[in-house]
């Protein structure tokens, strides 16, 4: 079955640290990956997506990510966080064409100390 | 712009009663919608999703229904609550379900007592 896994439920880094949240996902053939961030009280928003081409995709505020298809991975990285990154990153795949759903991993909560 | 609304926004029900969750979509025709159940610690599961008008597609069965009367509302439903119904409903829409990304709502948080 298609399946994303997220293996850190929480992450907690001070200010300037480094980031990298991993993904997993298992599917057949071409898959979409996508990012999601949900900040407190507010709606979850698209961070970053890969379709094709450069595997390494830069999304808004300093992420990116980058897709190695041989280890079915899509892991997120910053290389310095801020306090305002705190918050719940889902990521999330689809088969490719024009038919699949998107499949969500649990979430990492990322907890940012000042 | 594209916009999207779900009311209410918190609900506290008792079991057995029926339930009607609401989403709205402003500045687009013909969207995808779907609505989602969030529970703390196992992301995002997909309950349904609706291409058109009365086309309503259920990925898990369950004691929720969905319908789309019409082309930019998606309502949840169900006729007698569980407990296990209690968690945070997401709805979303997309352009289409090809390499088109998804945007949420701000969802409604759902108490079952």
């Known amino acids: 079955a298609q399946s994303v896994s997220q293996h850190n439920h929480h992450v907690i880094l001070s200010e300037a640290a480094s980031l990298e949240l991993g993904c997993n996902y298992s599917y057949g053939g071409t898959v979409n990956l996508f990012w999601y961030v949900q900040y407190p009280g507010q709606h979850l928003q698209l961070l970053l997506k890969?379709?094709?081409?450069?595997?390494l995709v830069k999304g808004i505020k300093g992420f990116e990510a980058e897709f190695i298809k041989s280890k079915f991975s899509f892991n997120l990285r910053k290389p310095s966080v801020q306090w305002s990154d705190t918050a719940e990153y889902f990521c999330a795949a689809r088969g490719g064409g024009s038919q699949g759903n998107l499949i969500f991993g649990k979430g990492t909560k990322l907890s940012v100390k000042p | 712009s594209q916009t999207i609304h779900q009311w209410p926004a918190t609900l506290v029900q008792p079991v057995g009663s029926p339930l009607s969750l609401e989403c709205t979509v402003e500045?687009?025709?013909?969207?995808?919608l779907y609505w989602y159940r969030q529970a703390a610690g196992r992301g995002l599961q997909l309950l349904f999703y609706?291409?058109?008008?009365g086309q309503i597609s259920s990925e898990v069965p369950q004691n929720l229904s969905a319908s789309r009367p019409q082309d930019r509302q998606f309502i949840l439903s169900s006729k007698k609550l569980l407990l296990s119904d209690s968690g945070f409903y997401l709805c979303?829409?997309?352009w289409g379900q090809g390499y088109d990304e998804q945007f949420f709502g701000p969802g409604t948080r759902l108490t079952v007592l």
């Open positions: 500045g687009t025709s013909n969207p995808n």
């Open positions: 890969y379709f094709s081409g450069d595997p």
């Open positions: 979303a829409w997309s």
């Open positions: 609706s291409v058109g008008i």
